[in-house]
T-cell receptor
Framework: QKEVEQNSGPLSVPEGAIASLNCTYS??????FFWYRQYSGKSPELIMF????GDKEDGRFTAQLNKASQYVSLLIRDSQPSDSATYLC???????????FGSGTQLTVLP | GAVVSQHPSWVICKSGTSVKIECRSLDFQATTMFWYRQFPKQSLMLMATSNEGSKATYEQGVEKDKFLINHASLTLSTLTVTSAHPEDSSFYIC????????????FGPGTRLTVT
């Protein structure tokens, strides 16, 4: 069974700090990896995706992938109160590229 | 780009009735659409995968006769919850992918279903 595990949190960081979110996955055949942000009562919003080992940066966000360790992370630099949300790690595999989601990490950025 | 809409955004229905939820890709053609269900404080659980013109593929434990999915065109998929019961109350979210790039999925805004 494919599993995606995230540190459960909740995670609190002060405004301006770096927030680090982690995710591990069990299926070695996984091909693409996604980070979604979900505000309470809303649907997930795609932040980043990564498919090759290493780092991928987009503004204040950096995704890191290590396929050997089956580990993917998301760093949020200069965290803002508006970043407070639940962050979902999702892993894509299978012919139809279904997503398997982790349980999410709730992040609170304190002003 | 990559906008997905859902209708209705919320619905209240009585136990035993059926409810239809629409999912549309507004500015792209969706080769595949997915339906998820999310209970409070839980993550998204995939219910089914649908491709235009084909029967949907349901995840284990999801009753295909209860959750009817029709993917009639490359921009529209519908989920009908038949004979709804209070335990079907949930947040239903669809997503769509073009099948290009790395298969990133774009999510609709979700439909809050409450069965009384």
């Amino acid at each position: 069974q494919k599993e995606v595990e995230q540190n459960s949190g909740p995670l609190s960081v002060p405004e301006g700090a770096i927030a680090s979110l982690n995710c591990t996955y069990s299926d070695r055949g996984s091909q693409s990896f996604f980070w979604y942000r979900q505000y309470s009562g809303k649907s997930p919003e795609l932040i980043m995706f990564i498919y090759s080992n290493g780092d991928k940066e987009d503004g204040r966000f950096t995704a890191q992938l290590n396929k050997a360790s089956q580990y993917v992370s998301l760093l949020i630099r200069d965290s803002q109160p508006s970043d407070s949300a639940t962050y979902l790690c999702a892993v894509s595999s299978g012919s139809a590229r279904q997503l398997t989601f982790g349980s999410g990490t709730q992040l609170t950025v304190l002003p | 780009g990559a906008v997905v809409s859902q209708h209705p955004s919320w619905v209240i229905c009585k136990s035993g009735t059926s409810v239809k939820i629409e999912c549309r890709s507004l500015d792209f053609q969706a080769t595949t659409m997915f339906w998820y269900r999310q209970f409070p404080k839980q993550s998204l659980m995939l219910m089914a995968t649908s491709n235009e013109g084909s029967k949907a593929t349901y995840e284990q434990g999801v009753e295909k006769d209860k959750f009817l999915i029709n993917h009639a065109s490359l921009t529209l998929s519908t989920l009908t919850v038949t004979s709804a019961h209070p335990e079907d109350s949930s947040f239903y979210i669809c997503s769509a992918t073009t099948g290009e790039s790395y298969y990133e999925q774009y999510f609709g805004p979700g439909t809050r279903l409450t069965v009384t």
